[in-house]
Nanobody
Framework: QVHVVESGGGLVQAGDSLRLTCTAS????????IGWFRQDPGSQAPGKGR?????????????LYADSLRSRVTISRDNTENIVLLQINNLEPEDTAIYYC?????????????????WGQGTQVTVSS
């Protein structure tokens, strides 16, 4: 059983940058495509309302970004270190959310949360104005 863990969230000011980390125990992240999603804590129903942020294939190629965030986020991975990173620059209060890392057995990432098999508990990002 793969256990996905996110870290790196926190309280920041508008304009700051953050780097979120996804790692895993019980499995090699290199065996999965990885997607980062975010969810407003006020959203109803766990698993629903997760919005795609960025994704990366097993090999690290073909990064995929949400159009609205493309200019401010970068996803990367280091399979030797078993981590996937999400860099978010010029944070805005609207970026406040819980950020989740999903692991998919597909080779390529997808914007669809239902394509992901394992999820972490999320890391809270709060951006103050």
């Amino acid at each position: 059983q793969v256990h996905v863990v996110e870290s790196g969230g926190g309280l920041v000011q508008a304009g700051d940058s953050l780097r979120l980390t996804c790692t895993a125990s019980g499995g090699n992240l290199g065996s999965f495509a990885i997607g980062w999603f975010r969810q407003d804590p006020g959203s109803q129903a766990p698993g629903k309302g997760r919005l795609f942020v960025a994704g990366i294939s097993r090999s690290g190629g073909s990064p995929l970004y949400a159009d609205s965030l493309r200019s401010r986020v970068t996803i990367s991975r280091d399979n030797t270190e078993n981590i996937v990173l999400l860099q978010i620059n010029n944070l805005e209060p609207e970026d406040t959310a819980i950020y989740y890392c999903g692991a998919s057995t597909y080779f390529s990432a997808s914007w669809r949360p239902e394509n992901y098999d394992y999820w972490g508990q999320g890391t809270q990002v709060t951006v103050s104005s």
